[in-house]
């Protein structure tokens, strides 16, 4: 397993606004994704963020509305852009050594768009 | 389309009870299949299966896998209070564009009342 940190936890922003969420795995991990958890729903993920080149982006997500760095192993940055009420959810990073190994997540970002 | 079926939706028991619950799935070029258990914002990896037939247990919790009839199980004796949070089933998806995904469930919400 690893450890994920992911900041900040919660933050309350206002609608136009940016924010960036930053997730540290105490190790290197080969793939890190971020997911979105609005309330009372599932996890959909937004993209993988690939080490050294352009995330990789689900369908109904851009890369202007969420970029996503990746500048090494260890460490991602998403950034939530242009934020409105309807981008109020759990954000969520998760990291994986490769394909069929498990995934783990950190702690979320709680964001509320007033 | 790719999709995970989970059941029920939500369910309510008392402790000591057991619970059995439920995942389908449709994947193409299926690898393997994962429970988690998410009580606040994170999600806790319980299980990862890849192969039918062979039960993976920990503890009260025990999982297994049929391949040919698309679903897994997640079962739970001897419930209690702190086993109450959503469970969420999440299949292993193809790579599409050089990278791979895990698509979620919708999540069974278990309450174990004292």
């Known amino acids: 397993s690893a450890v994920i940190s992911q900041k900040p936890s919660r933050d309350i922003c206002q609608r136009g606004t940016s924010l960036t969420i930053q997730c540290q795995v105490d190790?290197?991990?080969?793939?890190m994704f971020w997911y979105r958890q609005q309330p009372g729903q599932s996890l959909t993920l937004i993209a993988t963020a690939n080490q050294g080149s352009e995330a990789t982006y689900e369908s109904g997500f851009v890369i202007d509305k969420f970029p996503i760095s990746r500048p090494n192993l260890t460490f991602s940055t998403l950034t939530v852009s242009n934020m409105s009420p309807e981008d109020s959810s759990i954000y969520l990073c998760?990291?994986?050594?490769?394909?069929?190994?498990?995934?783990?997540f950190g702690p979320g970002t709680r964001l509320t768009v007033t | 389309e790719d999709k995970v079926v989970q059941s029920p939706l939500s369910l309510v028991v008392h402790e000591g009870d057991t619970v059995t619950l439920n995942c389908s799935y449709e994947v193409t070029n299926f690898r393997s299949l994962l429970w988690y258990k998410q009580e606040k914002k994170a999600p806790t990896f319980l299980f990862m299966l890849t192969s039918s037939g062979i039960e993976k247990k920990s503890g009260r919790l025990s999982s297994i896998l049929d391949k040919k009839e698309l679903f897994s199980i997640l079962n739970i004796t001897a419930t209690q209070t702190g086993d109450s949070a959503i469970y969420l089933c999440a299949v292993e998806s193809p790579p599409t564009s050089g990278t791979y995904k895990y698509i979620f469930g919708t999540g069974t919400r278990l309450k174990v009342l004292a």
């Open positions: 998760s990291v994986s050594w490769g394909i069929s190994y498990e995934q783990y």
């Open positions: 190790s290197q991990v080969t793939m």
